[in-house]
């Protein structure tokens, strides 16, 4: 509504933008609580003011206040990026000031924590969000632009520097979100908080340079240098262990995560690319976990052989392919809502049979425990090891080869997707009928989606399984299936990237957000309710292939081309037509 | 030498006796039909006559009731996708793009059945992979060329207009390299001048040796189209004949058109100019 008012104004929106900017950065610096909180102050030092020493606001505070000082930045930029790139600082800035506010009233026990209280006033949070909202509203106003792409080519060497910086900062920004709050739990009350104002903060400052285009022209870069990339980003991964990320814990959630990534990419074939819902798949994970957690040589397993790791690979892939082949062949009958069923349905079977050990496979509810540590070249994978004189903390092996495996499973997405496999992938869940009368034989490519997503968990499984040194039944949970979808909605179906972002955060938030653990599936209902309204397409949509595709990265480009051609497109048909009516009307 | 001359003359496809029951409705009554080599047949009749209903049990969507099909003396199967290998290929009377594809991968699609690669090459892109996959492109592109398509190849099928769709469609079908091409009302929808691109597209698919089958409304266009016009009412062939012999016929007149013999070219005209 308020938009509406300054919609038809744009004069408008410049000096709302500053007001609004300068109003957050005021909003930064006035304090955010009334009282210290009981249990132990909140962060960013919430009870002082900062008009005096307006450089030493830390955390979430400092963030509102870079926030603010972009937006009056962007006041004074070219006007074609004004107006997406303030909104969506705009946007960032009023998530950090909800947030925090909702936590200071829960945990202040009631408004009066972040307005006044025993004499105390504590309105940066209010001012904050005011200013944020203005900060949007101003957005809109700003005049309608197409987005903007810039259409820079630089030397190699210095293309190859702009995506050694990015990736750097993608590291940074990896590593900071691991660790942004620490673990939650009872000892750490603001875990959440301070997690949920720092993805805010990102979502602001990546929205933004969304906004101007940097990010689009960033990615055409990477695009142009391909291999390169997928170097440098390798590199990066396994960097991480290095920076402040690189304690036991966090390596261990980051191996948790990249498991999650690889399985995620691999769900993605079946429900991105050739579009079956599938809600049991983590059953296939558990599959290859029990594969392995069997041919480990852990004691308490009832098939106590000891194979070599890259063979189990290889058997769980397999056994997990063959169950996802065997549960997909009812997709040559039923479709749509049916498929969902009957996955759920082995889901829930595999979950009861493991649960009642099965042909003595799962160890039922002692589950296998005792796994032992792989075995990487003579060094335990639990061990730390030391690299370059850097003592690196144990588990480290394992995240590796969890990078490796999403590496492949990466590699093995994009080049399925871009064969006559993945076209026909794609076809059948765009429109099965033509699909089949173009001559794609849709059952059997429906069930080879399931066999190669299966397969992917399976592997995927195996390594988890190792990490976890247990193998129990509780970790394949029907949450974990929804997870797993959710991760991939969240992110953009058919994606890669949006796959391991999705699977990051939705991996990541359990560990952040300890105290609403209860509320997991409703967390994920109204995220994905709210994604589904607006950004169906996902957090990163699958669209670097289409700008690929059409020769050139930007969209804003080729439309005003495609318009150009279809006026000279109607020039010459008028031509013709006046050249040609004659010829039409002697013949018929 | 005798055997060469034998296949030239038998007819491409041949539809004996082809019935199709749904329930009590009887959508085709023993409809006998045949298509030569390098020869256009229209396909009209009024609304519900079972055209689309006859394509469809061309290309193995339905299991006709009775009756048989055959492709260059061998029977069709009844599945959509072994019509297609076997060299029948169609477009859809509502279009059927894969909408968020692009207009290069929907043509791609249609090479899916002429290629060989299986889940293990597509996995690791080998040498041989490579080549094959480039040879598709190659074709496809040609195809596009050859509707007038090249300069959109990486648009959105969806974000092209009608008429482009229908000519993507054509393409999408040529691509799959059939033998016979069953075009379900490729000009509805069209200006005029799209219309007569798509007459001269059908001339050139035709003079590339493909056989075509054509379902269309408007009469004029198939009149001036097709070497032999049949026409369906209610489910059977109630002529079938040169467009002389058909345009004339007073049964098609009456059935069809419903007008006296010296409209016919005032319906046709008007009917065009009407979509
Ligand atoms: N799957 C089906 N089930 C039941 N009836 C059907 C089915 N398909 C077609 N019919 C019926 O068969 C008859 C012929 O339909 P068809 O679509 O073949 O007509 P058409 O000649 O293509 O008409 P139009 O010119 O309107 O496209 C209609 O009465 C239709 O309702
Ligand atoms: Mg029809």
Redesign the interface.
Known sequence: MITKLVAGKPGLARPLSIVGGVLLIVGALLPWATFQLNIMPYPALSTLQFFDAPFGVPGFRLHVMLLGVAVIAVAFAPAAIRGRTTKALGWGALAIAVVNAAYLIVEGGGFGTITSAHGAFAFGAVVSAVAAVMAIVAGSAYPAAPPVTWDLKLAKPLEWLVLVLAYAALLKVVADTLTAGGRGGAANPYAGAVFLSFVAFLFGVFGGLNGTGLLRWVSAVAERHRAFSAVVLLACAFVLPFTEAGTEQWIYTATNIGVFAATAIGLNIVVGLAGLLDLGYVAFMGIGAFVAANLSGAASASLGVDLPFVLVLVIAAIVAGVFGAIVGSPTLRVRGDYLAIVTLAFGEIFFKAAQNNIAGATGGSNAIPGIPPLDFLGTPGDAAITVFGAELAGGVLYYLLAVVIVALVMV?FA??KS??????W??VR??E??????????GKIKV?AFL?GAAIAGVAGAVLVHRLTTASYESFTFLESVTLLSAVILGGMGSIPGAVVGASLLFVLPEKLREFSDYRLMLFGLALVLIMRFRPQGLIPDKVR?AE???ETAEGG?LKE?EE??VAEQER?DD??LG?TGV?EG?? | MSSASDRSAAPLLEASGVSMVFGGLTALNNVSLTVGREEVLGLIGPNGAGKTTFFNCLTGQYVPTSGRISLDGTTLPSDPAKVAAAGVARTFQNIRLFPNMSVLENVLVGRHVRMRQGAIASIFHGPGFRKGERLARERSRELLDFVGLSQVEGELSRNLPYGDQRRLEIARALATEPSVLLLDEPTAGMNPQETEDTRQLIFAIRDSGVSVIVIEHDTKFIFGLCDHVVVLVQGEVLVAGTPDVVRDDPRVIEAYLGKPPEDVAGTATEGEEGR
Do not use: F, H, P, W
């Not at chain 1, 009928?433 to 849709?442: E, I, S």
């Open positions: 093995l080049n399925l064969s006559r496999i993945g076209r026909a794609i076809a765009e429109d009928d033509a699909a089949r009368a173009m001559g794609v034989k849709t080879l190669v289409r595709l059409a020769g080729s495609a051609r279809a048909a013709e037509r040609r039409t013949r018929s």
